[in-house]
């Protein structure tokens, strides 16, 4: 038996087995982490609308306003593009000036759109963070929808499905 321990028919055989774990190990590493970041993607998706809008009311009909703590993201049509920058009016009449960088991801329904793409009457959620100007410097930009109606235009608050 301990010549069969030390035979070299088992050393290829335990490092075959080792192999197989550790193909193992990754595989289910690999699983954990997809599992990890598809539950992250449902979850964000689900809250999407409280991250830009505060929940106001009760029953099946809640009708959602814009947060008045959120400086990193505003959502609302576009009534100003200037070079670099763009005017955002909200649904409750504010206006946020929205700072266009080039590595900025502009994403329309289509796919991925330039800053040229933009349009008076877009209605966008833009994501960033604010400059000491109060400005918001987008990271990232979606447009939702194409001009329907004039700029001066109020949107509608969105209500979730």
Known sequence: MQKFLDSRRMKVILW?????????????????????????AVRWDANYPHNFY????????NVLEPAPWNTHGVAGVIIDVASGTISVRDVENNERSVVILPETVIRA??????????????QITAIGEPNPQGQLIARFIRVIAEPTSSPDAVPPAPIPN
């Not at 505060?54 to 009909?61: I, K, L, T, V, Y």
């Not at 329904?109 to 877009?122: H, K, N, P, V, Y």
């Open 109 to 122: 329904m289509e796919g991925t759109i330039s800053a040229d793409g933009i349009d008076l009457g877009d």
């Open 16 to 40: 075959i087995l080792g192999g197989i774990a550790v193909f193992f190990l990754v595989f289910g590493l690999g699983i954990a982490v997809g599992y990890s970041k598809a539950m992250f």
């Open 54 to 61: 505060a929940a106001q009311g009760a029953g099946p009909f």
